[in-house]
Structure formats: structure tokens, C-alpha cells
């Protein structure tokens, strides 16, 4: 089941990095930035940093080129944890 959750939570990270630039793009309301880090903290961080680079989206915030790395590793981690101290 975690991994059903974390395949569609990346794919939804991806998607929302790619749908907030389309938006950006034609000057349209846009997702917050406390919503595509809310995606990035509850498993979606891989998919969110693919799509800020793949869609050069948000790579010049301060908060997403150190914040986003900074999850991904520490939800690394946390994986890793789990997975390898699962008895």
C-alpha cells in the first residue's frame, strides 16, 4: 500500500509543478506555494523536484532549490529507516 501512495503522490507533485507553470505562463490564478510544498512534505517530493527542473519551475526560490532537495533527502531517509530496520 505505501507504494501505491508514493507512486500517486510523485505523479501528483509532477503534475502540480507542471499545471502551476502552465498557469504562470498565461498569467492565470495560481497554485500556492504552500500547496506545492504540502505535496513535496506528505511523500511527493521526488515527483516535485522532477517537475521543478523538468518545467524550470520555482528553480530561482530560495525556499524550493534548498527546501525541496532538503525533503527529498530527509524523505530518503525516513525510507530507508523503514525499510531496513522492518523486521
Known amino acids: 500500500m505505501l507504494m501505491i501512495y508514493l507512486v500517486i503522490i510523485n505523479v501528483l507533485g509532477f503534475l502540480t509543478m507542471s499545471l502551476d507553470k502552465a498557469k504562470a505562463k498565461k498569467q492565470k490564478y495560481r497554485i500556492s ?11 511527493g517530493s521526488l515527483g516535485s523536484y522532477l517537475g521543478m527542473y523538468c ?8 525556499k524550493f532549490y534548498i527546501g525541496m532537495p532538503l525533503i527529498l533527502f530527509i524523505q530518503i531517509l525516513i525510507y530507508c529507516f523503514y525499510f531496513y530496520t522492518k523486521f
Request: hydrophobic fraction near 45%.
Open 33 to 43: 506555494e504552500n500547496t506545492l510544498l504540502f505535496v513535496a512534505l506528505m511523500g
Open 55 to 62: 518545467f524550470h519551475h520555482k528553480t530561482k526560490h530560495v
